[in-house]
């Protein structure tokens, strides 16, 4: 059996449940290191999605930056909102990469 994650909606939290046969209840540490790159990317990409949402409803990015941070109530200590501000610039950018090459390419094939 798998740990299993087990979202509580009321709470910003996340809980691991290990599985009982997991020898001592613990988890090796490049099985942890595996987990917290997994969540990083879960919420980077949940951020993604509801920073689209709130950009495409008219919300100012600043804004959207700031109440999905407060919502999701993180520690400054561990993930600012100067980062978080980074991931969607960068996912930005990206985004505009990938148009100009599928641009250029379109006006070099037409």
């Given at each position: 059996?798998?740990?299993?994650l ?23 540490d490049?099985?942890?290191k ?6 990083k ?13 709130q ?6 990015d600043w ?11 993180f ?13 969607w ?21 037409g």
């Amino acid at each position: 059996m798998k740990p299993r994650l087990v979202q509580q909606p009321e709470k910003s939290s996340l809980k691991v449940q290990l599985p009982q046969d997991l020898k001592h209840y613990t988890i090796s540490d490049q099985k942890l290191k595996e987990l917290g790159d997994y969540l990083k990317k879960y919420m980077q990409t949940a951020f993604i999605h509801y920073m689209i949402g709130q950009v495409t409803a008219g919300q100012s990015d600043w804004s959207a930056v700031r109440r999905f941070y407060n919502q999701y109530e993180f520690n400054p200590d561990h993930y600012d909102m100067d980062t978080l501000r980074k991931v969607w610039r960068d996912y930005k950018d990206r985004i505009a990469r990938i148009n100009d090459t599928n641009f250029t390419d379109w006006q070099m094939a037409g």
